[in-house]
């Protein structure tokens, strides 16, 4: 059975918090062995700038998808109008994840999920900038200094760079460890940062 992956695009979303685990999820997918799908889909039509600039065209948006088994809600200041007043991106959220298999979200994307509902009385991360925001939301427990936490069906992971690590924890839970660390030689991630504050 095909498993089909949904990365939510919105304007001013953050780009590594899509692309990143996009990376993860498309390379997986084009292996023989894979059964998934990864799509993009609009919140507001086919055409999204991200926060830096990059201009994405979904393959979907929120009103012509097919059905999702995995949604991914990305972070970055595109969540701030959207968590404080709402707006089609809540109302898809929640219409689509309870008939999902994972949900997930990547840096302030958490704010979103906890705008509809999906966070009450569950632990949960996000950017280190944003955690005292998501906790005082209210109604859940805020997690510092980890990657990724997982709290039943709904996995959150910190800012920008940890949604890749959080993608390839979740190929490991659907497809094994093995695929998982295929995946991760595959796209060579092993962080191992060359820049350190003393030479």
Known sequence: MTMHFGILAFND???????????????????????MTVSTIG????????????KITTDYTIDDHPKLDVILVPGGQGTRPIFKDGGPEIDWIKKVAPDCTWV????????????????????????????????????????DDVRFVRDGNIVTSAGVS??????????????????????????????????????
């Not at 990376?23 to 084009?30: G, I």
């Not at 039509?45 to 926060?51: E, K, L, R, S």
């Not at 295929?182 to 796209?187: A, D, E, L, W």
Request: negative net charge.
């Open 13 to 35: 979303l953050e780009e590594l918090d899509a692309i990143g685990p996009w990376e993860v999820l498309s390379w997986a997918s084009k292996q023989d062995t894979s059964d």
């Open 43 to 54: 919140s507001s039509g086919n055409q999204i700038t991200c926060a830096k600039g990059l």
């Open 162 to 199: 940890a949604g890749i690590d959080m993608a390839l924890w979740l190929v490991g839970e659907i497809y094994g460890p093995d695929f998982a660390r295929f995946v991760q030689k595959g796209i060579e991630y092993f962080p191992a940062p060359p820049y350190t504050a003393a030479a």
């Open 104 to 143: 997930t979200s990547v840096c302030t994307g958490a704010l979103l999920l906890h705008k509809a509902g999906l966070l009450d009385g569950k632990r949960a991360t996000t950017h280190w900038r944003s955690i005292e925001l998501l906790r005082d939301a209210g109604n859940v427990d805020v997690l």
